[in-house]
């Protein structure tokens, strides 16, 4: 059974770094698109960075400032992120989309089929 299990989140002050790592389980993340989503207080999920066939891609919102890796050992997907702001502040949850990696992963939720239970981010100033 397909599992996504996220950790490392907590509270930071403003320009404050955390990394934020998923723990697969029930399948290999190197041969499916995974992706970070966040989903602050009143909005709607947004997505964040995914890696697809063609390599990693990330929300303007983040672009600089967030870095997406995978561990093949270990199978695990990680979301390293500094510079942090007060609206990165969200539940930030791992997704892996529902067929094999391609070079087509958009960050739009409706595209990934699992989801991890989410781990909360606090950033305050």
């Known amino acids: 059974q397909e599992e996504l299990v996220e950790s490392g989140g907590g509270s930071v002050q403003a320009g404050g770094s955390l990394r934020l790592s998923c723990a697969a389980s029930g399948f290999t993340i190197s041969n499916h698109c995974m992706a970070w989503f966040r989903q602050g207080p009143g909005k709607e999920r947004e997505g964040v960075a995914a890696?697809?066939?063609?390599?990693?891609i990330y929300a303007e919102s983040v672009q600089g400032r967030f870095t997406i890796s995978q561990d093949n050992a270990k199978n695990t997907f990680d979301l390293q992120m500094n510079s942090l702001k007060d609206e990165d502040s969200a539940v930030y949850y791992c997704?892996?989309?529902?067929?094999?990696?391609?070079?087509?992963?958009?960050?739009?939720?409706?595209?990934?089929?699992?989801w991890g239970q989410g781990t909360q981010v606090t950033v305050s100033s």
């Open positions: 890696i697809n066939k063609n390599g990693p």
């Open positions: 997704a892996r989309n529902r067929g094999l990696r391609g070079t087509w992963c958009p960050l739009m939720p409706e595209f990934w089929g699992y």
